[in-house]
DNA sequence: TGAAAATACGAAAACGATTAAGTGTATGTG
DNA sequence: CACATACACTTAATCGTTTTCGTATTTTCA
């Protein structure tokens, strides 16, 4: 950075013209006539003339610069299957916008700052909000700020969000396995702390009560997302009860994948002897044999979605419309349910 | 952002000093007493002050931020599992010193920038590139640029650049499936265009030479990395063979549980009947049973170092030297390779 | 033809911060 | 006591843009 760089004021002089009308004709200004514009492009053009974003930013309150929190509980927000290709998604959208994307981060060198501070001192024109503990005081704090904020798998009161449909993806999975002939469904759930828990836990009761089945409490058991260590544990001992389900619902692929360990190591087949579903569909889900059976999120969708909205949001702050939009996964049936005679 | 900043004048005019002794204050400058910064300091908290990192980019031609150019053939830099664990490192490192993490892209929208101009608009105090086309023009362009460059897993004259040591990685995974008692070895490579491709290549062969083994022409091909479709073709052709491997090697371990799958629909066992090895050492492969041999890479330290290092030129833009740094894995002997009676 | 309107450009302030140089006061020294 | 030094500030310029408000020139049209 050590290279002065080159401004308006070089171009001003070497066209002999004001900074004002530079600036202008750069901007494509109606009030600059076309032989200035182009005489100015093209000598901005032969001296290598970048704009400097700092400067714009400055003075037009604009940075095109988007904020993105991304912190689970592992800390491992990028190496997050689901998020990552969710952020992925947003990336690539609001990169056709124009926006760039920076991450946000309570910095410690600093100030120690929070993360809204952080999104102030950057002065990011919006915010996007994944993957996070949502009972954080920090993200509420930003949260409730005045910056444009979309959020992710979260909904807040007049705010938008967008949300993968955890009712109708439980349901679709729920009901096929059901439609394959079992009737003996346990569901190891990720931890309930979360919306997406919630309603994932929701959605499995209403839907097996609709089909008039009834859950033991003790085919419901928790184990953390993506975790394949304490999902073993917990199929091993599902397979112990007395009366073991026929197909296991879990958290997420990650956890499934635990799941075929703990089937495997007592010699039994999928999905002759027990099934398994996961969530999410990740690429290997879908890669390896037994395939999955899982719901595919639309990762894509929804990145792309939370993007369009937020910027839609950034350039229309007042007419944009505070919704929650729901999106939904699709049932990759996959190989690892199997069908069962119903013995009822 | 339609709320104005609160900024040093304000400060200044409820403190009652000039606003040079406001920023002096507030970055601990020494010719301002202790009692004015206390004063300062906590008139600025009061009023929620914020700096404005525009200006202060403006005026001091310091971003404290980091341009990331990630982008691999299928454009998925950050769904890519190797490189989206390096590059968490990476931010946590380049966090932890005060630097912001922004991604460098190729913009269509403005006047089709190149990742160059890019990082000049942003005004980055540096730029780290991996997981990119090499031979791209434009990447050229910006690793030849004055701006402090770090590259991953492609070295450059005169740049300093950190790899993953494929040559040991290769030899320690080859002689451990020598050591188990495998002279049958087939490489499914990955694409040779890239440097890393080529160093593997190279010490597979060279650790096969030492130790006497001579591998026939069939028993190596070429397969895209991350590819477990062609893998599993290529696979199939090598179980076909007159003279089939005991033991085939995968340019990662997604591209390996594509041979899986071969194996497993040929009815073989994994690693009684034949054997398989992977690279990379992502999470999956060391939670699915049987476990992968492979060879874990260690990202976290690629990611570190290579935060570390262009921070260190970032401040130090004469002094730090430009060297490459190799970075080890280890060795994952998990259970994919089984031990074989040398027949000889 | 003369006034109004359109056209093309410029001057200057402003965004928020940093910093070199200058100013006034208190303290120390011989 | 005179002078140098240290201390604690302030003044003012500056970074690169944008934008409002002028102004000078040309065009339009009754």
Redesign the pocket.
């Known amino acids: 950075m050590a290279k ?6 070089d ?2 002089k070497a066209c ?12 494509d ?9 182009e005489r100015v492009r093209e000598i901005a053009e032969q001296l290598g ?4 974003a ?3 930013a ?4 604009r940075t095109n610069n988007i904020g993105v929190l991304f912190v689970d509980e592992a800390n491992s927000g990028l190496t997050h299957d689901y998020f990552s290709h969710v952020l992925d998604s947003f990336k690539k959208k609001a990169e056709q916008e124009g926006f760039d994307i920076t991450f946000i981060n309570g910095d410690k060198t600093r100030n120690n700052m929070s993360y809204l501070s952080h999104a102030i001192y950057r002065g990011f024109d919006g915010v996007v909000i994944a993957c996070v503990d949502f009972l954080d005081p920090q993200v509420d704090e930003l949260i409730k700020s005045n910056i444009p904020v979309v959020t992710i798998d979260h909904s807040f009161f007049n705010r938008i969000s967008i949300m993968s449909d955890n009712i109708k993806g439980i349901k679709d999975l729920v009901t096929y396995i059901y439609e394959m002939g079992h009737r003996k469904i346990a569901y190891v759930h990720g931890y309930e702390n979360t919306a997406v828990t919630q309603s994932r836990l929701a959605s499995f009761y209403n839907t097996l009560q609709e089909l008039g089945i009834n859950v033991p409490d003790e085919y419901i058991v928790g184990s953390p997302y993506r975790d394949t260590e304490k999902a073993y544990e917990a199929t091993k001992k599902l397979l112990d009860l007395p009366d073991p389900p026929t197909c296991i619902l879990y958290p997420d692929d990650f956890a499934a994948f635990g799941g075929f360990n703990a089937v495997r190591e007592r010699n039994l087949r999928i999905p002759e002897d027990i099934s398994i579903a996961g969530y999410d569909g990740i690429e290997l889900a879908r890669r390896i044999s037994p395939l999955m059976t899982t719901i595919v999120q639309n990762t894509d969708k929804i990145g792309r979605t939370a993007a369009a909205k937020l910027i839609d949001l950034i350039n229309n702050p007042k007419g944009t419309l505070i919704e929650q939009i729901v999106i939904e996964g699709t049932l990759e049936k996959g190989e690892s349910v199997g069908r069962i005679e119903t013995v009822k």
């Not at 002999?16 to 901007?27: E, Y």
């Not at 200004?29 to 514009?37: V, Y």
């Not at 400055?58 to 309150?61: A, E, G, P």
């Open positions: 002065r760089m080159v401004s308006l004021k171009i001003s002999g013209v004001s900074v004002a009308t530079v600036s202008k004709a750069l901007n200004h109606s009030d600059i006539s076309k032989e200035t514009k003339y970048h704009p400097n700092a400067a714009q400055l003075k037009t309150n």
